[in-house]
Every structure is written in structure tokens, then in C-alpha cells.
């Protein structure tokens, strides 16, 4: 592909994005060629050699900016490994795009260098000249040597000049940006039958014949769904309990400890005297998450609560209360309502129940198949989906006015990409004689109306979408551009990253 547009002069770009780290995956930890080596090279990209202090320079700036997006939430030791993969490939992305202007005939001068570096501000002395002694002294501190900083800039220069001529290849038309503006604002309200086929009819029989048969010829049916349901046929002990919380802060000081050792001691003394366990948990427990209901936490197995709690709670007796139990929550007193021994179902047990279920749910999509069908011929003869549903006492589900999304949700049946993309191709009114099969339900669709956006509302937005439109194709364009060339290199064993140099900080 490549070889294609630079035959044909045709080059693209998405801009400064690659020289902020900006979309493209990340380069170390994906497959790239993280090479040990022996020499001064951080990376190297083709001909070029880049430093370490060029990497690190660029690390720098990639931290800085991150630092910044994240605030207090930054934390330097766990984004480590990312700050060294983002600086990693924003300098192979900037030395490919250097590397193929420079290919297709791109030239920096010198004279260009020279006027860009006359055109810096901070090489300036009070009468505006500029500062030669001020130039020599920043490029010996920052990069060594002046033709160090030159390479650099010299591939700079050559990548802008890659940036600026293919930017302008990649274009979108005000007519293009006013379609995709007309799709994302246009909306659609539905009506539509949503029908289960796995729900099993409310007056689906027992035939146990049918069982029979069923277990005789596929009896592994039977067996996959009881292992699907094994938290059903095979429970573990359970236990029923409420609990009072006064909480305690791990490291509390004696004192601390003692002020709750009390409370706590005094909510025992109301629970012995013989207040209601829910009221006094509903009035003084600090667990937020069951104060509200009386302190019940429910029926839970063993190991679901930290063990000091666990052990008393499988215990105790059913109906009594425990004196003061410390975790490192705090303090708590536990009450145990109930016990449930353990429960284990063979697949002997429950494999007729299971062949039931399996012919019930085999009824119950051979009927909705049926009744989409049905629904299905009825619009084909020119009923609408709200006539043919009503006539077969089907239920009907209205929406809001919906927009186009790439997921496609709707709501009610969740992720419905053909659906949704067949409702704004039909007109107010029209029905569609689809039948959609979606994750777990059948569907057809009417339109009930169409909403059009205003050619004001679409001029508002007209020179937004193309700007958003324009970065996407480039972005994209890109994207297959960096990755073929990066891939060529790397199959010549003309990138390397030197492991031994990249974050050894």
C-alpha cells in the first residue's frame, strides 16, 4: 500500500498528535523488538541513532504532561513503565516520519535550520540579536554538542515537512461533514416486539415420555446445563446473620480502644436486657451497607467475611448473640438468625427436571419463532407491526426518540446494530419484515417518526464535524501508514530499542 501512494505523491498524516503520544499503541510490551545492545543508541531507527539523553529528554516532557492530566491521582512508580513505552514510541514515530520525508526526496537546508534557530525568542540579547554565546551554552547543557542538537533538528524539520505536505491530502468535503452531521443528529422513535425464545411456555405440560426420550438420546444436553447450574445443585453451608459495627481504625491509640470497648460493652448490655437486636443495630451500627436494614447481612458460605467474623458466625446457635468480636473493622456483636446445612444434587436427581427444562425451552423458541414469522408475513401483506402485534395479542414496546450510537443500545433490548440501522433507513410509519436475532430475544421494528435536524442546527455543528472528521481520516490514515513502516523495519532488523538503556531508572 505504501509503495502505492509514493508512486502516486499521494501522502497523508494526523499532526502534532504524534509528537504529544497521542492514540496510537503503545509500542514496548505489544510484540515490539526490545533488543539488548551494546552501544550508546537508546533507539535505533534505521539510520538514525538516538541518544539517551534525547530519551530522556523526551520522557521528560511525556511525564510532565501526564503529571498534569492526572494531578494528585499520578503516582510515578506505577505509571513508570508507561511514561518509558509512551517516550519509546513517540521517538520511533517521529524518526520513521523523518526517515520516509527524507526518502521521498524531503530536504531540510541549512539555511532553514538557521533561520529557525534565529527565530527562537530565547536566544535573543536586549537589543535582539541573537545570542550566540546564550545558543552554545543551552545546546552544550541540554544535548552535548551542537551537531547533536542539529541531527535532532534536522529530523524535526523533516518530519514537519512530511506533515505539512500530506496534510493536505486527506481532506473532507463541507458536503461530507453535512451528511455526518444530518446522521448524528436525525432521530428515530420506534415501536417494536420483543419475543424469548428460551422462556418456556406458562402452559407447556409435562410429558414424561418425552423426557424419557430426550435423556435416551441426549442425555449430555442434560448434563451441560446441570454443569451450568452448578451453584444451584451443589450449596455450600450457609449461615443467616445481623451484626452491630462500632468501627475501630487499625493502629487506634489505647485510648481510642477503650472508648469503644465501652459503647460497645453498653450495646451488649441493652441486647441482654432484651431490646431488639434490629432496632439497636438500625441505631448505633457504623457499617452503612446494613445499618439501614437492621444490621442483616443475609445468608452468605463460609469465607465471604473476614475469619474472626466467619468463625463465630458459624458458631453460634440460631437465635443468640455473640459478646464483643474484633476484626479489623472494629468491634462487632453478631447475631445468627439461622443455618442452612449444605446442599449437593447429583445429576441423577434433577436429570428429568433438566429434560423438562430443555424440552420447555425448545417449545417455547419454536412458538416465538413462529409468532416473529407470523408477524413477519403479516407486514409482507402491508399490515404495520403495531396491527399485526395487536392482532396476536403480542406486546408492544415504545421508545424515546433515538440517535444513531455505535453500539447500537437500544433500550429494552440492549446492543442492536442491524436493528438500529435498519430503523433510520425507514420512514415515519414503515414497518420492517426482519426478523432480528439478537443476544437473547427475537425483535421487528416500525418507525413511528422521524426526527430531522434544521438546517441551522446542522450549520451550527458544520465546521466542528469537519475539523473532528479531518483528524479522524488522519489520524487513521496514519495509524496504517507508521504501523506498515515500523513493521518493515523491524523484519530488516533496522529498529532496535535498547533494553539495557530504556528505563533502567
Do not use: C
Not at 443455618?339 to 429434560?355: G, N, T
Amino acid at each position: 500500500m505504501l509503495e502505492i501512494f509514493r508512486r502516486g505523491q499521494r501522502w497523508w498524516t494526523a499532526g502534532v498528535v504524534v509528537f504529544v503520544g497521542g492514540v496510537f499503541a503503545v509500542f514496548i510490551g505489544l510484540g515490539g523488538p526490545l533488543q539488548s545492545g551494546s552501544d550508546a543508541a537508546a533507539i535505533q531507527v534505521g539510520p538514525y541513532r538516538l541518544g539517551l539523553s534525547e530519551y530522556e529528554r523526551v520522557r521528560a516532557q511525556r511525564d510532565q504532561e501526564i503529571q498534569q492530566a492526572l494531578g494528585e491521582a499520578y503516582d510515578a512508580r506505577r505509571l513508570r513503565d508507561t511514561v518509558d513505552a509512551a517516550a519509546t514510541r513517540i521517538l520511533i514515530e517521529r524518526a520513521i516520519l523523518a526517515l520516509e520525508a527524507k526518502e521521498l526526496g524531503l530536504t531540510v537546508s541549512k539555511r532553514e535550520v538557521e533561520r529557525e534557530l534565529l527565530s527562537l525568542p530565547g536566544f535573543r540579547d536586549a537589543s535582539g540579536r541573537f545570542d550566540k554565546e546564550a545558543f552554545s551554552n543551552w545546546v552544550g547543557y541540554e544535548f552535548g554538542s551542537e551537531k547533536a542538537f542539529l541531527d535532532q533538528q534536522r529530523r524535526a524539520s523533516l518530519a514537519a515537512k512530511l506533515l505539512q505536505v500530506i496534510r493536505s491530502q486527506a481532506t473532507v468535503s463541507p458536503g461530507e461533514a453535512r451528511v455526518a452531521v444530518k446522521r448524528r443528529l436525525e432521530g428515530v422513535q420506534i415501536v417494536y416486539v420483543a419475543l424469548d425464545p428460551s422462556s418456556i411456555p406458562e402452559d407447556f405440560e409435562r410429558d414424561e415420555a418425552a423426557v424419557e426420550a430426550l435423556l435416551a438420546t441426549r442425555e449430555d444436553a442434560a448434563r451441560l446445563l446441570f454443569e451450568q447450574r452448578s451453584d444451584i445443585y451443589d450449596i455450600p453451608e450457609r449461615t443467616r446473620a445481623r451484626h452491630i459495627l462500632l468501627r475501630l481504625k487499625p493502629g487506634a491509640s489505647e485510648a481510642e480502644q477503650a472508648e469503644v470497648e465501652t459503647r460497645a460493652q453498653a450495646v451488649v448490655e441493652r441486647l441482654e436486657a432484651g431490646e431488639d437486636f434490629a432496632a439497636v443495630a438500625e441505631e448505633v451500627s457504623e457499617d452503612p451497607g446494613s445499618a439501614v436494614s437492621g444490621g442483616d447481612l443475609g445468608y452468605f458460605p463460609r469465607g465471604q467475611m473476614v475469619p474472626e467474623f466467619d468463625e463465630v458466625a458459624f458458631t453460634l446457635e440460631p437465635g443468640s448473640h455473640s459478646d464483643l468480636v474484633s476484626t479489623s473493622y472494629g468491634r462487632h456483636i453478631i447475631l445468627v438468625e439461622d443455618r442452612k446445612p449444605a446442599e449437593v444434587k447429583s445429576f441423577e436427581e434433577v436429570k428429568a427436571d433438566l429434560a423438562f427444562e430443555l424440552l420447555g425451552q425448545e417449545e417455547g423458541s419454536r412458538r416465538a419463532r413462529a409468532s416473529a414469522e407470523g408477524l413477519s408475513q403479516a407486514i409482507r401483506a402491508g399490515q404495520s407491526l403495531e396491527q399485526a402485534a395487536r392482532a396476536e395479542e403480542l406486546s408492544l414496546e415504545r421508545t424515546g426518540v433515538l440517535q444513531r450510537r455505535p453500539d447500537g443500545f437500544i433500550p429494552g433490548l440492549g446492543a442492536a446494530q442491524d436493528l438500529m440501522a435498519v430503523a433510520f433507513s425507514l420512514e415515519s410509519g414503515e414497518s420492517s419484515d426482519r426478523v432480528f436475532e439478537l443476544a437473547d430475544k427475537l425483535a421487528l421494528v416500525q418507525v413511528l417518526e422521524r426526527a430531522e435536524p434544521t438546517e441551522e442546527e446542522i450549520a451550527a455543528q458544520l465546521e466542528t464535524e469537519q475539523e473532528a472528521l479531518e483528524s479522524q481520516k488522519l489520524n487513521a490514515y496514519l495509524q496504517t501508514w507508521i504501523d506498515e513502516r515500523r513493521n518493515q523495519l523491524i523484519q530488516d532488523n533496522d529498529l532496535v530499542v535498547n533494553q539495557d538503556l530504556i528505563g533502567r531508572g
